[in-house]
């Protein structure tokens, strides 16, 4: 099944249940993460599937509706970088013992097709990611509990300010800017996925980036088995897995996004983010 957050006619949002036919079928809950903080939250998707299959249900047209945040109030957005072996030579780095991992905001990310704004950074780079949805606690898990308690995979985008994230050893200002990181547009739930994924992302229509997960150096349960040693995983947290090779940064002279440009980041089986960059670059101090 696949689960959106749907901002609606009324000005509302809504967790929904996509129905395969452009349509949705609204859930008890204003977001996936609020669905997922209820323990039934299967069997409520499972009873609503079996409805929308027998017809008669009042639907939500795609037309009628726009992708907002798939978790907009996600309590922990926790990132992994360097976790392709391709991207890893790029940065010209050695393989990782361990993951290298940082944190977001929920404040940082947005819907499928927002226009992103950014102020203050003129190296604005792309990073197409498979994500993570956690859908129930854990703490000091091994794999097996871990990959039990993934409730499903989406599409990210974890934009990156070069110029701020290379200011120090430290990523974390390159990679938090408000409104910068699009999510969605659905959630696959895991019972339904494949295990293994085709991440690609395009600049202007120009494939820039493709690689598969199952090249991944740490899979998602490792991910996430790693990350509940030290804090616990509830249901609605965001692991984003990493980024394969081509990055601007890592390009020969190194590329980035644009005012005006399009950013599509799509992974087979989920779906496409497609977002417009209105770059608001910072006044060099010699104008």
Known sequence: MKLATLRTSSGSTTAA???????????PATDVGALLVQPEWR????????????????????????FAPLLPRAGKVICCGLNYGDHIQEMGRELPEFPTLFAKYADTLIGAADVVEVHGSGRVDWEAELAVVVGSELFRADEDQARAAIAGYTVANDVS???????????????????????????????DASESFEVRGYVNGELVQQGNTSTLVFGPAQLLSYISQFTVLRPGDLVLTGTPGGVGMGMTPPRFLNDGDILTTEIDGIGRLENQFRIHAPVPANA
Do not use: C
């Open 43 to 66: 069997s409520i998707t499972k009873k609503a599937a079996e409805a929308a299959a027998e017809g008669g249900q009042p639907v939500i047209a795609a037309t009628e509706a726009d």
């Open 17 to 27: 249940l996509a129905t395969g036919a452009d349509t949705y079928l609204a859930l």
């Open 161 to 191: 300010m070069r110029d701020w994230q290379n200011r120090t050893l430290q990523w974390f200002q390159g990679k938090a800017f408000d409104a910068t990181t699009p999510v969605g547009p659905v959630m696959l739930t895991a019972d």
